[in-house]
């Protein structure tokens, strides 16, 4: 007698077959994710317009790309957004990542009416959005009609960018995004290399903060 206290019930489990497809189905989903995640993080959608918007704070070998864009896109400027640069302020002329590659820009034989840079103030945290609110003042301010512009980012970060622009210049302009080789990693083989490794992770948490948790 059991006094109504237990009973007993039927109950479903795996078998060996079935964990043997459970896991198999799993490591597909893994291996799909991983193959898949870095082309979706290096978004390309380009869509022209008036100006070709780069990113700043890109390494020198992102910026050889720029001129055959350039001129295959139709722009009319070239724009460079850029944070402040927050280490060896007495040591560098530059203050900020935006002039300081508009600088390096001109060097390389950029005409100086095509580059304007666009500075941002000074942000620990949401740097990408608070450039590109930069971007939207100084839209705001040209006398340039801006319909459309191409923001031109470094692989896995170029999402994250392209979504921030977006946030930034909604009902301003269309926005696409291109992004240029990351030298540092082969991107479809990102797994075999801690550079890569780390790269991925870190855009992948920061994507999902923008794209869920940020609020403007």
């Given amino acids: 007698m059991n006094l109504g206290l237990i009973k007993r019930k039927e109950s479903w489990c795996l078998t060996a077959r079935g964990w043997l497809a459970s896991t198999l189905l799993l490591a597909g989903v893994m291996v799909a994710v991983i193959t898949s995640i870095f082309p979706f993080l290096a978004l390309n959608r380009p869509v022209g317009g008036e100006l070709l918007v780069v990113e700043g704070w890109l390494p020198d070998y992102s910026l050889a790309d720029l001129k055959t864009e350039f001129g ?35 060097k390389t034989g950029w005409p100086d009416d095509k580059v304007v840079a666009v500075p941002s103030a000074e942000a620990l945290r949401d740097r990408t959005y608070t450039a590109a609110l930069a971007l939207r003042a100084w839209i705001a301010k040209s006398e340039i009609p801006v319909r459309s512009i191409t923001i031109f980012s470094r692989g896995a970060h170029a999402r994250r960018t392209w979504m921030l622009f977006r946030m930034a210049l909604n009902e301003v302009a269309e926005v696409g995004v291109l992004a240029s ?3 540092r990693y082969e991107g ?13 992770i870190d855009e992948s948490i920061a994507y999902l ?4 948790l940020f609020r403007p």
């Avoid at 957004?81 to 935006?98: C, D, H, M, Q, R």
């Avoid at 903060?209 to 869920?212: D, I, L, P, Q």
Wanted: charged residues 30%; aromatic residues 12%; hydrophobic residues 40%.
């Fill in 72 to 106: 295959r896109g139709g722009y009319k400027l070239l724009v460079i957004t850029g944070n402040p640069i927050l280490k060896g302020e007495p040591l560098v002329e530059f203050k900020n990542y935006a002039e300081l590659t508009r600088s390096i820009l001109l």
């Fill in 209 to 212: 903060y923008a794209r869920f």
């Fill in 188 to 200: 479809r083989r990102w797994w075999r290399t801690s550079e890569g490794v780390r790269d991925i």
């Fill in 181 to 183: 080789q990351d030298l």
